[in-house]
Structure formats: C-alpha cells, structure tokens
C-alpha cells in the first residue's frame, strides 16, 4: 500500500507502530527530504501541530549516504543545521534492523536525540524519535 502524510497524521500510535514494525529498512538514503513532525497522531489537532512545525521550526533532513551524515532543516528560511551521524543498527522499537539517525557525538543541541526510521514507500520513510530511552514522537520523510 502506498501511504501519504495525511494517511500517517490520521494513524493513531499503535498503527504508527505496526507500520514501522512491518516495514523495512530500506536503504540509507541521500539527498533533501520534506519532513513532517507527527505528534498527537490520531486526533484533529495532528495536522495543524505539524503544519506550525514546518513553518517555525523544522522543514526536513538532507542526507548525504555516502559520508553517513544529515542535517536537520531549521528555523523558517530552511537553515541547514544539527548534524547527525546514520548508519543501519537494531531498533530499540522491535530489535529489527533500522536506519539510526545518531546525534550523540554530532550535536551539543541534540546530543541525547537519536532517530530510527524504515522504508514505508518509494521515497517515504517513517521516522521514530527518542531522548535517551524515551520514545518522544513520529515523523515522516518525503524525498
């Protein structure tokens, strides 16, 4: 099934789950993605939160796979920024491979973040971000 953001936004948590779980890793990916911060997933306020995230605060990654680093598009004209090392590990989800978005020794702003995400479409990939050992929210990348 090909999903869109809207389809995600409308997930509530346990779907956001199950599809991160029976997706793939898929692989590292390069370039510039459109993300979209997904929080209170299931409810009517999903879309406007994301919407006022992508205007303030934060637009998407750019990868660059062949050095296994990104940086975070901030702030609103896009500022590349908070870069974070990737590479293919074990999810702390589900204990299957993932790709990890490390910001531990690349960031002093995100140092205790570290993203996992998996292919769930062609270009599209569904995000997982944790502080520390703590699950904070979900989030999807269009390239």
Known sequence: MAYDV???????QTQLDDLFRESPAGDIPNGSAKGTAIIAPGTRYSESIADIINHFGWQGKVFDAEKGVLKNKV?????EA?????YKDTSWLDGK?????DYSETSLVAHWIRD???LIGPGFYLGKVYWGKSRLIDFCLQF
């Open 6 to 12: 809207a389809q995600l936004l409308a997930m509530n």
């Open 75 to 79: 702030l609103a004209f896009g500022f």
């Open 82 to 86: 908070i870069i974070a090392r990737v």
């Open 97 to 101: 491979e993932c790709i990890v978005l």
């Open 116 to 118: 996992e995400i998996r």
